[in-house]
Structures are given as structure tokens and as C-alpha cells.
């Protein structure tokens, strides 16, 4: 496609249950990270791929967070058993090399009741 | 650990006025540089440095880096209201891996 896209793009969860972001990174772009913003906070990095490489998780702040790539395209991240700290932005970019600039998707915004 | 400053916090201008944003950096085996600007959700590329004293300029916006001080400038000339927005400044190491954001300048322009 164009650009990044992300879905949904609102998302509001009562606290406990389980969310799935997505991700549909630029054609051809090889890197895909996830970001979350809290409000008026920067960006927090939470995970990285990179091809067929295993992905580097270090941003990930608790175990109820994880991501999946598949086929090397689309991505999800999985929140399960939402706080409402969970509550931000989370926002998905690629780049085509991993060593270049980053494109960002429009994000989704998380609200957990 | 990678740290990455901004300065000021915030600015408020009039329209036609020049600002300057700062961004200082800590960051071990550096790569690059990245400015983004920021208006609702998604940071919108501007820039990316690699190297000292080479300024990048698109239109009226321009930014230079100095490796040695670990500081760049995003300069903005003649404001406009749509330049109201954060604006971004993120530092990539040659881990290749995340970017590490500063806190963001945001920036309001008045007509």
C-alpha cells in the first residue's frame, strides 16, 4: 500500500479483557516496530522485526504484551488482560531496511475502562 | 542506555516569527538522527542526519547536527499556523533497531 496502515483506530476494552492491534506495513519494507505513546508522553519502544530474524522484545513491559509477524507483512500485538495503564497510542512503523527512516501509521488509540 | 532531550518543552509564536528546536542526545555507536513532526497520531517524517555540520533544508524548515557537541537544531522560518504540532527528535544506533525518542518540543503558532 501507501503507507503504514493500522486497525482499529479507536479501541475501547473494559479492563481485563483481551485486545489485537494490526498492522499493515509499506509494501516491501522489511522492518516493523511497535510504539506506544501514553498521553503527553514520547514514544516507548516495545518490539521489533526484521525480516525472518526472532524479534527483538526488549521494549515489552510486561507478559500479558506480545506480537506477531506473519509471512513477514501484516503484524498484531496482543494485549491480554488490559489494565488501564494499558491506555495510549500504540503505533506501528516500517522501514525498508531497518537502517533508514521510519514511517509511521495513523495509530490506535486504546482506551481501557 | 540511549537518552535523548528536547528543548524547550513547549513555544508559542506568531505567524512569520523563526524558532529553533533543540535536541541533544546519548547514544552509544550512533547512526543517525530523525526529526518528526507530530499532529495528531502519526509522526510524519522530516529529516534524517548523518553526518556533522551538513544542513538538511526542505522549504522552510532546515536542520544541521553536530557530532561532536551530540546536538541538532530543527529551525522553522517564517511560521505558519500549520506548523503548529510536536515536533520529534529521535536518535537510531547501529544496533539498527528501535529509534529512542525524546519528550518532543510542541510547538503552537498564533495567527
Known amino acids: 500500500g501507501a503507507g503504514v496502515s493500522q486497525s482499529p483506530s479507536n479501541k475501547v476494552t473494559e479492563k481485563g479483557k483481551d485486545v489485537e492491534l494490526r498492522c499493515d506495513p509499506i509494501?516491501?519494507?522489511?522492518?516493523l516496530y511497535w510504539y506506544r505513546q501514553s498521553l503527553g508522553q514520547g514514544l516507548e519502544f516495545l518490539i521489533y522485526?526484521?525480516?525472518?530474524?526472532?524479534?527483538?522484545k526488549s521494549g515489552l513491559p510486561s507478559d500479558r504484551f506480545s506480537a506477531e509477524r506473519t509471512g513477514g507483512s501484516v503484524s498484531t500485538l496482543t494485549i491480554q488482560r488490559t489494565q488501564q495503564e494499558d491506555s495510549a497510542v500504540y503505533l506501528c512503523?516500517?522501514?525498508?531496511?531497518?537502517?533508514?527512516?521510519?514511517?509511521f501509521g495513523p495509530g490506535t488509540r486504546l482506551t481501557v475502562l | 542506555e540511549d537518552k535523548v532531550v528536547q528543548s524547550p518543552l513547549s513555544l508559542v509564536v506568531h505567524e512569520g516569527d523563526t524558532v529553533t528546536l533543540n535536541c541533544s542526545y546519548e547514544?552509544?555507536?550512533?547512526?543517525?538522527l530523525l526529526w518528526y513532526k507530530q499532529e495528531k497520531k502519526a509522526p510524519t517524517f522530516l529529516f534524517m542526519l548523518?553526518?556533522?555540520?551538513i544542513e538538511k533544508k526542505s522549504g522552510r524548515l532546515s536542520s544541521i547536527l553536530d557530532k561532536k557537541e551530540l546536538f541538532s537544531i530543527l529551525n522553522i522560518t517564517a511560521t505558519q499556523t500549520g506548523d503548529s504540532a510536536v515536533y520529534l527528535c529521535a536518535v537510531h544506533n547501529n544496533a539498527g533497531n528501535m529509534l529512542t525518542f525524546g519528550g518532543g518540543t510542541r510547538l503552537m503558532v498564533k495567527p
Open positions: 509494501s516491501g519494507h522489511t522492518a
Open positions: 548523518t553526518s556533522s555540520g
Open positions: 512503523a516500517s522501514s525498508l531496511t531497518g537502517l533508514d527512516e521510519q514511517f
Open positions: 547514544v552509544t555507536n550512533f547512526r543517525s
Open positions: 522485526f526484521q525480516g525472518n530474524s526472532a524479534p527483538d
